[in-house]
């Protein structure tokens, strides 16, 4: 019967402390309730700011999301300050957590910085089309850990911020234009003043080839089977493929109307049988 009295009084106490604390419980997650609404009213009012100023879609995807994880944190703290937690207990708590959090998660820390260096010194934006991490496509979204990519084939590649920040990463896009430089082998028979004069004049025909820098058509190596040409011109990136495409087809198209010969590799073989009964050689001879 006393253990019951002990135990009814122990509950009482702590039903009074309750009772005394729900106030204090009901303004935190009165706190917690009208931060988070107040928080996504400014993300949603930073996202239209955004496309009101036309800003750059990697600066805007990356302060956005910085912004609210930022703000929920701040929340997080107020919320636990009035719950009664000292600011003091709050910051030495907070300082621990981080260091345990921090070697926990190292990799993810690296991913944070890298996403920062990507924003600031700008390597490349979303839309540029890219090759890092053995991979190549467009940049889709830029987050604070991981870059998304959408490659040729439509797949999307997610590469951590902190191995790409610290790759070699080649840029397609980054300049207006690109520049060019396609092979044709012609037969050693062939005239090469006139294959010259072939390419060239296509090269010329060709709206999208920038004249300055001024195209060239070179002959750049003679082969082991061929005699090839350099086609160099520059052209705009949002026709670089299409006309890349265009000019290996209708250049072999045109030098064969002109009578040109484009090789292919071959090899002479020759066929020797000894013969020991007469001590005479006898030779065949067959090309392939």
Do not use: C
Request: glycine share 8%; no cysteine.
């Amino acid at each position: 019967m006393e253990k019951l009295n002990n135990w009814g009084a122990i509950a009482k106490e702590y039903a009074e402390k309750f009772i005394d604390y729900l106030p204090t419980l009901i303004g935190a997650i009165v706190l917690l309730v009208v931060g988070l609404w107040v928080i996504k009213l400014i993300v949603n009012y930073l996202k239209r700011l955004f496309e009101r100023k036309d800003y750059d879609p990697t600066l805007e995807k990356f302060t956005v999301n910085a912004s609210s994880w930022g703000l929920k944190i701040l929340l997080f703290v107020l919320v636990i300050t009035q719950l009664g937690v000292e600011s003091a207990s709050l910051v030495a708590a907070v300082g621990a957590a981080g260091l345990a959090i921090g070697l926990a998660l190292q990799g993810s820390l690296a991913n944070l910085a890298g996403g920062v260096l990507i924003i600031v010194l700008k390597p490349f934006k979303v839309g540029d089309w890219i090759e890092a991490q053995g991979v190549s496509g467009s940049v889709m979204e830029i987050s604070l850990f991981y870059t998304k990519l959408d490659t040729f084939g439509n797949q999307r590649v997610v590469i951590p911020n902190g191995e790409l920040s610290n790759d070699n990463i080649t840029n397609y896009t980054f300049n207006s234009t690109r520049r060019e430089n396609l092979t044709f082998g012609i037969s050693y028979d062939d005239d090469i003043k006139k294959a010259k004069e072939v390419l060239t004049n296509m090269v010329k025909e060709q709206e999208d080839i920038l004249e300055d820098p001024a195209p060239q058509v070179i002959v750049s190596e003679l082969g082991d089977n061929s005699v090839n040409f350099s086609v160099r011109y520059f052209a705009p990136v949002s026709k670089f493929w299409d006309l890349h495409w265009y000019m290996i087809e209708e250049g072999k198209i045109r030098l064969e109307e002109a009578g040109m010969t484009i090789p292919y590799p071959q090899r002479d073989i020759y066929l020797y049988d000894q013969t020991k009964m007469n001590g005479t050689v006898a030779k065949t001879g067959k090309a392939e």
